[in-house]
């Protein structure tokens, strides 16, 4: 078990190091498909490294760290850069210096934590037989994902892995613990514009108008009555109207109004089924009401599906690293990942990162202008990503 405790020791030796990267991204945060200061900072750490990369997906970047006997076996590691579109809220030295942005969704951690295992892996290779891959990838956040950009850009060719793991921060699960699944672990997710046109008017007057409002109103209602009379309530869905923007005063029955939403299954073959009832659901009851409708479904991430075997032995070589207390079987979530895209073409590993403490506040959830981690998270995602890299395999 030397290269287990030599990794361990790296981990907490370089804890200090990649924590300050980590401050350093928090502070400098950029929206998806615009990671260019992220990208060129990525770049300089694996050049001090002494470790080759190759641009992808504009911003992307794929780097590969070579053991003994290369070919033998070919591991990807993915992280992914981008941040959201929140104001943060949080009082720490380390707080977005770019208003309005934020890595609320912990992408920050997931690329320190990724570039803190690439130099414990370059330094531990003549210990561990095979290639690691590292992918360092823009636009999870925002369709169609960056995931399926760096696929487009050959991120899983030359060499292709025989499988891919990523982990992502979970604040429902204490710091010092991971967690897995098995299967389908996260949902589809698919973006809903509809927007509404008729003739508007006097409130007063409202038979003289096609009242958008009325019509937005009976919509929301009658799409919710589409998902839970058809889908079958063993398998979970979930469709959200977030957004209604229309009219501007009290008197005036608006012109247009607009609808935004999102749709989430865990069913592939029931996702486009959904579609198909949505789309014809706000069409004849707006047009039926005397509306006109435009309607766009936006093809989202795909479901993500951890590979069984691949996340089982994944799953065995965490508690080997982190005892088997502290290892547990994570939760379905609705939530969606492009991480998704990977898992279509090779056998994929999505694990949960603990950064929980409540004693210390760290209890926001992701998505929120609060949140934020336990940064002893990060010598144990970079311990984990390490020991994964350098031993996981197809079939082992």
């Avoid at 613990?177 to 389908?184: E, M, N, V």
Wanted: hydrophobic share 40%.
């Amino acid at each position: 078990m030397e290269l287990l405790t030599t990794i361990q020791a790296l981990a907490k030796t370089y804890a200090a190091e990649f924590i300050a990267v980590r401050r350093h991204l928090h502070a400098h945060p950029e929206l998806s498909y615009q990671e260019f200061e992220t990208s060129l900072f990525v770049q300089e750490q694996l050049r001090i490294m002494g470790i080759g990369f190759e641009q992808k997906a504009t911003t992307g970047l794929v780097a590969l760290i070579e053991g003994n006997d290369p070919s033998s076996r070919v591991i990807a590691l993915r992280a992914d850069m981008d941040a959201l579109q929140i104001q943060e809220e949080n009082q720490v030295s380390y707080c977005s210096v770019n208003e309005g942005k934020m890595h609320a969704c912990g992408h920050d951690v997931h690329t320190s934590i990724l570039l803190g295992a690439a130099k414990i892996l370059n330094e531990t290779k003549d210990q561990w037989s095979g290639t690691v891959k590292l992918l360092f990838q823009p636009g999870e956040e925002k369709n169609p994902g960056g995931a399926s950009f760096m696929i487009r850009d050959g991120a899983l060719e030359n060499p292709s892995p025989s499988g891919i793991i990523a982990l992502h921060v979970h604040p429902g699960l204490p710091v010092g613990k991971l967690s897995f699944r098995k299967g389908r672990v996260m949902a589809s997710a698919d973006e809903i514009y509809i927007t509404i046109k008729g003739k508007g008017g006097h409130a007063a007057a409202p038979h003289l108008t096609a009242d958008t409002i009325l019509i937005a109103s009976q919509l929301i209602v009658s799409l919710q009555q589409i998902i839970s009379r058809n889908n079958n309530p063993l398998s979970p869905s979930v469709l959200s109207i977030c957004s209604i923007q229309g009219g501007h005063t009290t008197n005036v029955i608006p012109s247009e109004v607009k609808l935004k939403g999102t749709f989430r299954a865990m069913d592939e073959a029931w996702r486009f089924k959904a579609h198909e009832l949505i789309a014809k659901q706000a069409i004849g009851l707006v047009e039926s009401m005397g509306g006109e409708i435009d309607l766009l479904i936006d093809i989202g991430y795909p479901t993500v599906d951890n590979d069984p075997a691949f996340t089982g032995a994944n799953w065995q070589l965490a508690e080997t690293y982190m005892g088997k207390e502290n290892v547990e079987e994570t939760e379905m979530r609705m939530g969606a990942e492009d991480f998704g895209y990977y898992t279509q073409q090779i056998p994929g590993c999505f694990f949960r990162l603990g950064v929980r403490n409540e004693a210390k506040g760290i209890v926001h959830n992701v998505h929120t202008p609060k949140f934020d981690i336990d940064e002893n998270a990060i010598e144990t995602g970079m311990g984990i990503m390490a020991w994964l890299g350098a031993n996981a395999n197809i079939g082992h």
